[in-house]
């Protein structure tokens, strides 16, 4: 049971000219939701601290010296915001444009819209820039990580260590652009303290961590998330009561993940709930 929490105060804030209410320690980000704003995001986890790595979601805060992160900053009362000022937009297409310059944003949901949003040209600075490009890591049978899409958002090391998992298998490695995600040692996952509960799977936003099946599938070109239906229902394995979401294309399931909003989980697995469905 979900313990009751006291009552917050509510405050208003104006998201481009318009009045808002939400309660106090809302975020930005939270407060343009409720206006109705439209505001990317990519290293956002709804079920995650905020890291304020990506700066995609970045706004612009009347009196403040620079851009805030909307995701992290707390709304405050009488706080005006602007979502779309030419600053903001400025600031995205550049975020944009360097990381779709160094990083294959191919399966990254979202990212073609708002590159094209944005008039982002990724392109301008020349065949010679800078990538993370790198081979697939293919170590085991039940994810793979691709790091060449990897934009070091932090939300698989966050949800593998002290915010959900504690299992602690996996940290950032290196120093600036050399900055990479990896075991300790850069073991194989096989030889880490990886206990495969796909969790960083759940919260990766770019596809460089997916599920075997999923990667397989988009190398054959088979994988097409528009033929596939979702169903939520109760994992069979124990009796905690996890919710699991399975992904069926062709009469298979083809990958499983859990609702973000279901109290007992709060998209966390372990890993017979999220890779244990063969049985079916």
């Not at 400025?90 to 949003?117: F, H, I, N």
């Not at 260590?161 to 050399?178: C, E, L």
């Amino acid at each position: 049971m979900i313990p009751l929490q006291p009552p917050r105060r509510l405050i208003d804030v104006e998201i481009d000219g318009e009045a808002v209410r939400v309660p106090e320690g809302s975020t930005i980000l939270d407060a343009c939701e409720a206006a109705g704003k439209d505001i990317p995001t990519l290293c956002y986890g709804d079920t995650l601290t905020p890291k304020n790595a990506c700066r995609v979601c970045v706004v612009e805060v009347e009196g403040a010296r620079t851009l805030a992160p909307a995701c992290s900053r707390k709304a405050e009362k009488g706080m005006k915001v602007g979502t779309d000022t030419e600053r903001a937009r400025q600031s995205r297409k550049v975020v944009l444009e360097l990381l779709g310059s160094s990083v294959d944003m191919s399966t990254t949901p979202r990212a073609a819209e708002w590159t094209d949003e944005y008039g982002a040209d990724p392109a301008r600075f020349g065949d010679d820039a800078a990538t993370v490009q790198q081979p697939a890591k293919v170590d085991n049978d039940l994810y793979v990580r691709d790091y060449s899409k990897c934009i070091l958002c932090y939300k698989c090391v966050d949800a593998c260590g002290d915010q959900w998992q504690n299992t602690f298998a996996i940290g950032v490695a290196g120093r600036g652009f050399d900055s990479t995600i990896s075991t300790e040692f850069d073991a194989p996952l096989t030889d880490s303290a990886c206990v495969y509960c796909g969790n960083c799977v759940e919260v990766c936003p770019t596809g460089a961590l997916s599920f075997k099946t999923e990667y397989d599938m988009r190398a054959e070109g088979t994988w097409d998330e528009s033929q596939q239906t979702e169903t939520t229902t109760i994992c069979s394995y124990c009796g905690v009561g996890c919710n699991l979401t399975l992904h069926v294309q062709d009469n298979k399931i083809v990958k499983v993940s859990s609702p973000h909003d279901n109290p007992v989980t709060k998209g966390n697995l372990c890993v017979k709930g999220r890779f244990g469905y063969g049985y079916v």
